[in-house]
């Protein structure tokens, strides 16, 4: 059973437009991380959300957190190619290690 | 600088051919991971290290086996690959509690 689901699992958009991936959970997490993959390379970190109903932003790139800690979204505005890739979330749960549960991903394709 | 270095980047191996994948880290991160990714799917922990402490995940065939010597390096050595084990594989490293950062990864072709 996959602990946290992301949505939509593929999407491709022109350049210029909007989107918001969307990551759920039944779990609480202490907090959840954004990362973005590129081909051929480790996930890279975009943010880290740990307080319930927080936003953060970054350049065209906004994150939000749910107030239940449970859900997070990413909004990308204006999106462009170099925004293709891999993203994904990762819920952590305070005092463990093992740290995080990975969420399914989303494959973001922007086409010029 | 790369601070998750991952050798190689490319990996070709025979069925049944035991190889060993290694890491090294310049950033002194107490915990270390391997991951399995495979295409366009979210990487799976295969088993991590918390310093010595080597935590195996319940679903790893025990094909995959896990060394590290000291603070610095992690290998994962697959003792007889299948095709099904071709995928890439994540080293990552992280202090308890902190995000994760990630090596570029080795792509393991099995023939």
């Known amino acids: 059973t996959q602990l946290l689901e992301q949505s939509p699992q593929f999407l491709s958009i022109q350049e210029g437009e909007n989107l918001t991936v969307y990551c759920n959970s039944s779990?609480?997490?202490?907090?959840l991380q954004w990362y973005r993959q590129e081909p051929g390379e480790g996930p890279v970190l975009l943010v880290t959300?740990?307080?319930?109903?927080e936003v953060k932003k970054l350049k065209r790139l906004t994150f939000q957190f749910g107030d239940a800690r449970k859900d997070s979204s990413l909004h990308i505005t204006a999106a462009q190619p170099g925004d293709t890739g891999l993203y994904l979330c990762?819920?952590?749960?305070?005092?463990?290690?093992?740290?995080?549960?990975f969420g399914s991903g989303t494959q973001l394709t922007v086409l010029p | 600088d790369a601070m998750v270095i991952q050798n190689p980047r490319y990996q070709v191996t025979q069925f049944g051919k035991p190889v060993t994948l290694s890491c090294s880290q310049t950033?002194?991160?107490?915990?270390m991971y391997w991951y399995q990714q495979k295409s366009s799917q979210a990487p799976k922990l295969l088993f991590h290290?918390?310093?010595?402490?080597?935590?195996n995940e319940a679903d790893t065939p025990d094909n995959f086996q896990s060394r590290r010597p000291n603070t610095s390096f992690c290998f994962l050595d697959i003792r007889s690959p299948g095709l099904g084990d071709a995928a890439m594989y994540l080293c990552?490293?992280?202090?308890?509690?902190?995000?994760?950062?990630f090596g570029n990864g080795t792509r393991l072709t099995v023939t």
């Open positions: 959300v740990v307080t319930g109903g």
């Open positions: 779990s609480v997490f202490s907090s």
């Open positions: 990762a819920g952590a749960f305070s005092g463990s290690a093992r740290q995080l549960t």
């Open positions: 950033l002194n991160h107490n915990v």
């Open positions: 990552a490293t992280s202090r308890v509690n902190s995000p994760l950062h």
């Open positions: 290290y918390y310093d010595k402490d080597f935590n």
